[in-house]
């Protein structure tokens, strides 16, 4: 039962105006002001000397004169007049949304068709009703100008919810009495209990239970949308369906654009709706999507507003609190993105796992729907018990309640209730500690706007022995004993790293935390007190360090003027400047350098010829949103220029990165010759491309090898130079799953701390000779080179670049070289920032993985294969 029709405009189906006075205030028309200028212009006289002055006496100019002054003051004084009090005031239109539940009509499968008969009368005579219900308050009549109907489902007892939207020409001054008027309508504040109208039994033989409304999103009604497209869509048991903005995945979406796309599922279901792709411009003021739990626009019916990109770890799942789901998108004018893709389905009404007793040692609750974001409208009471004598600890891996930005505290809307409410983001591991062996927790979630919800791990303890054999931290975690003051947070609070005695191998910072003697004198301020960082050559209290190594005072930071030599001290400005070319300065192709740090692809142009974005379509993920050690698994077409690199007689040996559609980058060191095989020949290989899992090669796009250059200046001994170019043999057709990461220019700068991303089919542990079938992911971070250095026993040349987790447990390993480490940089593009090289075994604590810098080598690339 999928319809599909267009119209334009929000309130283009219209069906009944009720605006049919001819006075101008209600009609919502206003009288067009008369401009007086003070300065008028004559045309020129036909005989000049007719109009020539005679001289007048003074008696003359009297009788003249004082007749004309009056007139005059009082033409002025009636302009006043009219102008104060007759002058029509300005009008804002104003929408608002909602819906009344009819009982006296039964619903049909033709009530979902706009087409049909039946919807058309219903809609008329719903139309009608709003009008005789807004007609019964003077202020409402005075400015109502239209109502349309936009869907209808199934209410209680087969009854029907119509949903509408009403259009109003406000002055100004009255704005806040009609939404006032608006609101008194309201029932109740639960949409799902309506309360009976008294004997509201209408003369198109409809009786109304019940009405709810609220605004629309202003936005709607301020934008000159001139394209409008509705769509009508139904679940089906044990069906994914897709929608997607106009044009996706061939074209950008259109410019100042309006989409719904209304989804109805089966009575006693929900909708759970997904995005796998989402890319929009990041300001929502200009393109946003909105997801509804209704069929109408009701702010008070928002499940959630998105913009911008979707990052990989981000899911964005959605459900509805009945069998309805509206999707909007709105565009402005300019900046036109891929869009979206979302696939829908239906469930069933019932939600498992929503409450219950709990009870045991210890044992795991969470939000409905984890690790989907929580449905709107919904209430679980777990009642937790653990034996008698013992308390009860609650940890949360994760914790994220939406709450208004000024309710964090009495948290309005919605809410975890332990010994109090509690909403917001909360740090992993958070814990709460109830002092009794029974608990009460109950979760609550209103009307609109939902977040990633709860996960959460209950453990009975001992009062007096909280942490047996443990570190308890302030926060009442426990953490091993070897994890205190070794440096890293592992409580979260820092409570585990205070007032520690530290050891040799440790730096004592001045604020009683100990941190690893590697760190000292590293650029990077690890005691949060700069202790590791003072007597170390370096610039003084109120000094800025600029790349190239000089130091000059803060105030001379973004003061136009390139003060450090290299633009250092400009790079991170509001506004670029143009300097002498050096090292560390991006070069334009007409040859001018900029102070700009990485502004390549960012979205702005920053040099004069524009080059700066003329070459952007890489690392955007267009179509979506050695094996990694501690990672997880990816999603389908999340790595698009991942490639998996099989020799005919081994299957995967090594991985890769989609730099254009003809053109790989790989390590040297996965192209070398052993004695039993001939990897540098190009015949030896096969390319997959927009692969996933291993054991589904048929899936990918399968290409050969026309040729392979490896670094002239590659060391096999200490891994420096570790990079090749290999070439297809024929181009490949760029797809959803296949597209180029971005390659950084030279100047390109990849701080110490940064996140980035590694993923490859590698061993999934140092000890195992097993790969993974399915693409790894794992976030780690750039580790600083005067550490690395330390860490790696002075291994590391200036071409290569750190990245790990210090503690452990995530790294690449045998089968990831080659693959890309990729950095997100603005505007969500990924840039290739290394190349997986080498590394002291996998996921060792203090051990990061090396990887080949590719800014050292992005001329090297653009001489062999142009691009």
């Not at 009219?82 to 619903?107: C, D, E």
């Not at 919807?119 to 009608?128: E, F, G, H, N």
């Not at 893709?341 to 795991?364: E, H, K, M, N, V």
């Not at 750190?802 to 603005?826: I, N, R």
Request: negative net charge.
């Amino acid at each position: 039962m999928t319809h599909e029709r267009q119209h334009s405009g929000l309130t283009a189906a219209k069906l009944t105006n009720t605006s049919n006075d001819m006075d101008p205030h209600k009609s919502g028309k206003t009288i067009p002001e008369r401009d007086f200028d003070q300065t008028e212009g004559f045309l020129p006289a036909s005989n000049a000397k007719k109009l020539e002055k005679k001289r007048i006496s003074s008696r003359g100019i009297l009788a003249i004169g004082l007749p004309t002054a009056f007139v005059i003051i009082a033409l002025a004084t009636g302009l006043l007049v009219w102008h104060f009090h007759f002058r029509p005031i300005g009008k804002v239109k104003k929408l608002f949304s909602g819906y009344l539940t009819i009982s006296s009509q039964t619903f049909s499968d033709a009530y979902e068709n706009s087409n049909s008969t039946e919807y058309i009368d219903l809609a008329s005579k719903v139309s009608k009703e709003l009008k005789t219900i807004y007609g019964k308050v003077n202020l409402l009549s005075r400015y109502h100008v239209l109502s349309s109907v936009q869907g209808f489902s199934e209410g209680s007892n087969n009854g029907i919810i119509a949903y509408y939207l009403s259009e109003f020409n406000v002055r100004e001054s009255k704005l806040s009495a009609v939404e006032e008027a608006i609101a008194s309508m309201d029932g109740v504040n639960n949409v799902q209990k309506s309360r009976r109208l008294p004997d509201h039994r209408t003369d198109n033989s409809l009786i109304i239970d019940g009405m709810t409304s609220g605004a629309v999103d202003a936005r709607l009604a301020g934008k000159n949308l001139k394209r409008s497209i509705k769509r009508s869509h139904h679940a089906h048991e044990n069906q994914t369906d897709i929608i997607r903005s106009p044009g996706f995945p061939d074209s950008s979406y259109s410019p100042n654009l309006y989409s719904e796309w209304q989804i109805r599922a089966d009575p006693e279901h929900r909708i759970r709706l997904e995005f796998d792709v989402l890319d929009l411009e990041k300001d929502c003021r200009n393109d946003f999507i909105k997801v509804y739990d209704s069929l109408a626009q009701s702010e008070k019916q928002v499940i959630t507003e998105k913009c911008g990109y979707r990052m990989p770890s981000e899911k964005l799942i959605f459900i509805s609190s009945g069998n309805v789901m509206l999707v909007t998108l709105v565009t402005n004018e300019e900046k036109n993105f891929p869009g979206f893709r979302a696939f829908y389905s239906q469930i069933p009404a019932i939600i498992q796992d929503c409450g219950g007793r709990l009870t045991g040692l210890r044992g795991t609750f969470k939000s409905p729907g984890y690790p989907s974001h929580y449905p709107p409208q919904i209430e679980c009471v777990w009642n937790i018990e653990v034996p008698p004598g013992k308390h009860i600890k609650i940890r949360f891996d994760k914790f994220s309640i939406h709450s208004p930005e000024k309710g964090t505290i009495s948290c309005p809307t919605d809410y975890l209730e332990l010994n109090h409410r509690i909403c917001g983001e909360k740090p992993p591991k958070t814990v709460y500690t109830i002092k009794s062996n029974q608990a009460t927790v109950k979760f609550h979630s209103d009307l609109s706007y939902v977040s990633e919800g709860f996960s959460a791990e209950f453990e009975a303890f001992e009062p007096t022995n909280p942490c047996p054999g443990r570190f308890q931290c302030d926060n009442d975690l426990c953490v091993s004993t070897n994890l205190q003051c070794d440096g890293y947070n592992d409580c979260g609070d820092m409570s585990d790293e205070r007032d520690c005695n530290c050891n040799v191998t440790q730096i004592q910072c001045k604020n009683s935390f100990c941190k690893p003697i590697f760190w000292l004198c590293d650029g990077v301020d690890d005691c949060g007190d700069n202790t590791d960082e003072e007597n170390c050559g370096n610039c003084k209290a109120q000094e800025f360090k600029c790349r190239n190594g000089r130091c000059i005072s803060t105030y001379n930071q973004c003061n136009g003027y390139n003060d450090c030599g290299d633009g250092s001290d400009e790079s991170q400005c509001e506004k670029s400047i143009v300097i002498r070319c050096s090292d560390h300065s991006y070069k334009c192709k007409d040859n001018q350098c900029i102070s700009k740090l990485n502004p390549m692809c960012d979205g702005e142009i920053d040099c004069g010829d524009g080059s700066d974005e003329a070459e952007c379509k890489c690392g955007t993920k267009p179509y979506k949103s050695s094996r990694i050690v501690g990672g997880k698994d990816s999603n389908d077409g999340e790595w698009p220029w991942q490639v998996s690199l099989h020799m005919k007689s081994q299957g995967h040996v090594c991985g890769a990165t989609v730099i254009s559609n003809r053109w790989l980058v790989t390590a040297a060191h996965c192209v070398q010759d052993s004695e039993k095989f001939k990897y540098s020949q190009p015949d030896q290989w096969e390319v997959y491309l927009g692969l996933l899992n291993q054991g589904e090669t048929s899936k990918s796009t399968l290409k050969s090898v026309k040729r392979i250059i490896s670094h002239p200046h590659y060391d096999p001994m200490s891994y420096d130079n570790d990079i090749a170019l290999m070439e297809l043999n024929s181009p490949v057709t760029l797809s959803q799953n296949i597209w180029p990461v971005c390659l950084p220019e030279a100047s390109h700068d990849f701080p110490a701390g940064k996140s980035v991303w590694i993923t490859g089919w590698g061993k999934m542990r140092e000890e195992v000779d097993d790969v993974a079938s399915v693409l790894q992911k794992a976030e780690v971070r750039i580790i600083n080179t005067t550490v690395c250095y330390k860490l790696m026993d002075d291994g590391i040349t200036p071409r290569m670049i750190c990245a790990g987790v210090l503690s452990g447990g995530v790294d690449a390993c045998q089968g990831d070289s080659g693959g890309p480490m990729t950095s997100t940089e603005s505007n969500g593009r990924m840039f290739l920032a290394g190349v997986v090289s080498w590394g002291d075994g996998c996921g060792r604590r203090n051990r990061p993985g090396v990887y080949t810098r590719v800014t050292e080598y992005r001329s090297w690339i653009k001489q062999m294969t142009g691009v």
